[in-house]
């Protein structure tokens, strides 16, 4: 461990003291500054399928963003960038490039001033698959599990990460069959369960996980999810699925049993805009938030703990910057901000979320990204300088 690793760890150790016991006040004080207590702050990395480049943001704790660095290439062999996302510690993002078939992955400095937040290219991966749509990774970090989309595959793809490099290594061997054009998945909050949604057939297949190998086994392959499903969330608490259905324009509702089965909710589903393309949750489990492409629109729902049940919230839809787009989604740790990107205009928003109504107000300026940036992904840090 070098020098500076040990004064930056010092220095958080005091940080912490300082808060917890004599209620000081311990932050950065430059101009990237959480000011007052120590705050998570985040990086946010949007990626742009039409040009094949990520832009980099510092998130500032008012909701106002700074560039990092200048947008770079998602790197040789890739095209199409459909998805990102960071790894459970911070230290690597990675990007779903769906008409190259691969996945690439990009070291982020946490510490360097000058630099923090910026990535370097680090790494390609074949992705076992084709039309690969989405990448998620396990709570502990060292599994990964690929969305091939097209029906020349249709398949999940499983992969291992090497937490100190990055790097991931894609089982060319195993790989698991899925309905008609898997498009997305995601992983339970305890990392037992994936869930798959299968656009082509208009499903969800369900399968438990083993956390050591990765290997999946069957629990249902084929729960009814709407009509041509896209994108689902699962409730933090892990008891709830919402799956989004732009091909009936509504939100479909599930539980989730200790065994991982699916049961609808009463009634199973709440309707969205046209043209729905992404859903969110955020990390405390009150809000729900859909992009509707087709309005131009954000809607917002309120969460029942106890049932599962969405409601929208007063105001919704809200509308998008016109000529926007909207598309991707995202929200930080803090459940504080919605980031949401324009399609059509190749821009990025900030909503401030309001916690005990979940109305958004758009904060800042318009933030300046590539050609069709449909994937977004906020990396929290906790970090002292």
């Not at 076992?128 to 396990?138: C, D, L, Q, W």
């Not at 799956?243 to 065994?259: F, R």
């Not at 809000?287 to 954000?298: G, L, Q």
């Not at 109305?359 to 002292?384: D, K």
């Amino acid at each position: 461990m070098n020098s500076k690793m040990i004064f930056h760890m010092l220095v958080l150790l005091f940080c912490v003291v300082s808060v917890s016991v004599f209620n000081v006040g311990c932050g950065k004080s430059d101009g990237h500054a959480n000011s007052g207590t120590l705050n998570s702050y985040n990086f946010v990395y949007f990626g742009n399928l039409g040009s094949s480049t990520i832009n980099s943001y510092f998130l500032k704790s008012d909701g106002s963003v700074t560039s990092v660095t200048n947008t770079i290439s998602t790197g040789a062999g890739t095209s199409n960038i459909s998805s990102l996302i960071g790894s459970p510690d911070g230290k690597f993002l990675y990007a779903t490039n769906k008409s190259s078939n691969n996945i690439s992955w990009y070291s982020i400095d946490p510490l360097t001033a000058a630099t923090e937040g910026s990535i370097a290219y680090s790494g390609l991966a074949d992705s076992n698959g084709s039309g690969s749509s989405a990448t998620k990774i396990h709570p502990n970090g060292n599994l990964c599990f690929i969305a091939n989309s097209t029906s020349v595959t249709n398949n999940i793809s499983i992969c291992t990460i090497n937490k100190d490099t990055g790097e991931m290594t894609v089982d060319e061997d195993t790989f698991f069959t899925a309905r008609t054009n898997p498009t997305n998945l995601v992983i339970s909050p305890d990392g037992r369960f994936l869930f798959v949604v299968n656009r082509g057939t208009s499903d969800i297949s369900s399968f438990s996980i083993n956390s050591v190998t990765g290997s999946l086994n069957a629990i249902d392959l084929s729960v009814s999810a709407g009509t041509n499903p896209e994108d689902l969330v699962i409730h933090p608490g892990g008891r709830f699925l919402y799956t989004l259905s732009p091909g009936s324009n509504s939100v479909i509702m599930h539980s989730i049993s200790t065994s991982g089965a699916l049961a609808p909710l009463s009634p199973v589903s709440v309707a969205t805009g046209a043209g729905a393309k992404k859903i969110v949750i955020t990390p405390n489990g009150k809000y729900v938030f859909v992009s509707n492409n087709t309005d131009n629109t954000i809607s917002g729902y309120s969460v029942n703990s106890t049932n599962g049940q969405l409601t929208a919230i007063a105001g919704s839809p809200i509308a998008g910057v016109v000529g926007a787009g909207v598309y991707a989604l995202a929200v930080t740790l803090e459940s504080q901000f919605l980031v949401v990107t324009g399609d059509t205009n190749g821009k990025g928003y900030v909503y401030a979320i309001d916690d005990g109504t979940g109305a958004l107000t758009m904060v800042g300026s318009e933030i300046a990204l590539g050609a069709n940036p449909r994937a977004v992904s906020i990396v929290p840090l906790s970090a002292v300088e």
